[in-house]
């Protein structure tokens, strides 16, 4: 075990660069065992103990003057079931290294987010998730956990062993325990043709039912100042394999939505009134396009513009008047928004704490290039999502508190009354926790 005592110059700082911490020193744990110890020891120096995956969170969720726990060598597939068709893997690996792993089997998760650089227990932990007509998050394909609790046990559980754990803990945004390792459903490997084509924005609104149950994965971009959407819709595919030309690939990809993004972008923030015609110029830039490719290529894409997010789910009938809403929001106000909002779509499951729990999800982001003055939009915005009893993700900017959760999640006494039992000393409690849960 590998263990470093930080000095006042060590410090953490998440993805965006809007989070940081000064723990006082940072453990990495080749086992299960040698990370048990490090909570033993925590609780024996009265220090409080949070992991940290790749920091792609933009709350503070992991952040600790504590110990922090960073389990890049909890890595890799421990056991790969194909009667049971699952697959267990350490909690520090990457969902990159996951999928390229699966693929190489010939196997493939249903669903996953856009991008595929976090850690797969910090993915879960937060609730990250792609888009799905049925398919739900990343945590709903959990079938089982193993975790280190507050006193240095190692727990596991599925629907069948510990259920009551295993309910809140496939998204316990770090605070019932140290999750080491995950066990997902997968399938045999298949085919997604991507079909992605520009829309007037009032085009998709008026036909996003119907758009949302013709399609397994629908998702679209509304570019604000403008009234121009980029839709993407996946589906299975019985092939054959035609994935997007490699020149093409890195022109739309890496040039347009990365290289030229990012210099509009810093256009934009030294000179915000050319915003508006940026957008209108970004909102045209990528043509229509279509692909085939095995899952993980289809559904995720690389990310390199850095911004700081803010998302919401609400439920999904109120999407429409909601997007209505925020529009009229961007279009009387004298913000100037370089980046398109992402809307995305979830179906209810059975998660204490997931963003989706109970209900048909609508999931709405909104984002602002790193650097940017965001505050004022973010709370604009928030302010309509909470009318409509909107969720924030986990791991992204809020204001929400304890009083708050209680209200729009109905099973979340049962999440604290867990917490109460598993961690009574609070010793995965950090000051984000602190608001969104109670003391």
Known sequence: MSTTVIGKSGTWRNWAGNVTARPVREVTPATVEELAAAVRRAAEDDLRVKAVGTGHSFTAVAATDGVLIRPQLLTGIRNLDRDAMTVTVGAGTPLKRLNVALAREGLSLTNMGDIMEQTVSGATSTGTHGTGRESA?????????????????????????????????????????????????????????????????????????????????????????????????????????????????????????????????????????????????????????????????VFTSPRRVRFVEMEYAVPREALVDTLRELKAMVDRSNLRVSFPVEVRTAPADDITLSTASGRDSAYIAVHMFRGTPYQAYFTAAERIFTAHEGRPHWGKVHTRDTDYFAKVYPRFGEFTALRDRLDPERRFQNDYLRRVLGA
């Open 137 to 297: 998050s990343i945590a709903a394909q959990i079938t089982g956990l193993e975790l280190v609790t507050a006193d240095g046990s190692i727990l596991t559980c599925s629907a069948t062993e510990n259920a009551d754990v295993f309910a809140a803990a496939r998204v316990g945004i770090g605070a019932l325990g140290i999750v080491t390792a995950i066990t997902f459903a997968v399938e045999p490997i298949f085919l997604l043709t991507a079909r992605e084509e520009p829309m007037p924005f009032e085009k998709v609104l008026a036909e996003f039912d119907e758009l949302h149950a013709e399609n397994e994965h629908f998702e679209f971009y509304w570019f604000p100042h403008t009234g121009n959407t980029n839709t993407k819709r996946n589906n299975r595919s019985v092939g054959p394999e035609k994935p997007v030309p490699q020149l093409n690939s890195w022109f739309e990809d890496e040039f347009l939505s990365n290289g030229v993004f990012q210099v509009a972008n810093l256009v934009g923030q030294a000179v915000p009134a050319t915003i508006p015609t940026i957008a209108q110029i970004s909102s045209r830039a990528l043509s229509a396009r279509s692909y085939t490719d095995i899952p993980y290529k």
